[in-house]
């Protein structure tokens, strides 16, 4: 009977260590830009530097969700054959980076033929990064890899991307990091 009680305290202790290193593991998944989730602005700013801009004043540049801000765009991206912006979303009570969404168009000079292979590329490069998508619909593809979740929602006409949204946000439950 001891020897019972010993071997569920000691399966208690392994169990509640894993949780301790998924829930630490799941805060600094690793997410766009070299970024992780659970950064302070401090600590994204080091790492983006100057292409880190504030973003336009006003309501309507902040997120509707009351409990997180947008404390930056970075308008610089290296997507080819697109041209957008990244937001950088953060939980007001934590003041840590919990979202980045990215909005990307394709570059107007394409054809549409080329606008057709760099969204083609694009998802290709998803999935080589991130691997096969755990759902995909006419018009959404969703990757989970490394404790977070990237949706990618593009709007098509007859084929051609006119606008691609990409949402990179931690699969734990809280999201307040």
């Known amino acids: ?23 630490q593991v799941q805060q600094g998944a ?5 970024l992780r989730f659970g950064m302070t602005e401090a600590q994204v700013r080091s790492i983006l530097g100057a292409k ?12 509707l969700d009351t409990s997180s801000y947008d404390a930056g765009r970075v308008v610089e991206l290296s997507v080819d054959g697109f041209e957008g912006n990244a937001s950088l979303i953060f939980n007001k009570g934590s003041k840590r980076l919990s979202t980045v969404t990215l909005w990307l168009t394709p570059k107007k000079d394409l054809s549409n033929r080329d606008k057709v292979i760099a969204y083609g590329r694009l998802c290709n490069d998803l999935v080589k990064k991130y691997g096969s998508p755990v759902s ?8 989970r890899s490394k404790g977070q979740s990237i949706d990618v929602f593009a709007s098509l006409d007859e084929g051609v991307p006119n606008v691609v949204y990409i949402a990179y946000e931690p699969t734990n439950a809280s999201k307040g990091i």
Request: net charge neutral; aromatic share 8%.
């Open 52 to 63: 880190m801009l504030k973003p336009e004043p006003g309501p309507e540049n902040q997120p």
């Open 30 to 34: 690793p997410t766009w830009g070299g």
């Open 136 to 143: 995909t619909q006419e018009f959404t593809t969703i990757f």
């Open 1 to 23: 009977m001891k020897s019972q009680s010993r071997l569920f305290a000691s399966l208690t202790l392994v169990l509640a260590a894993i949780g301790t290193v998924s829930a």
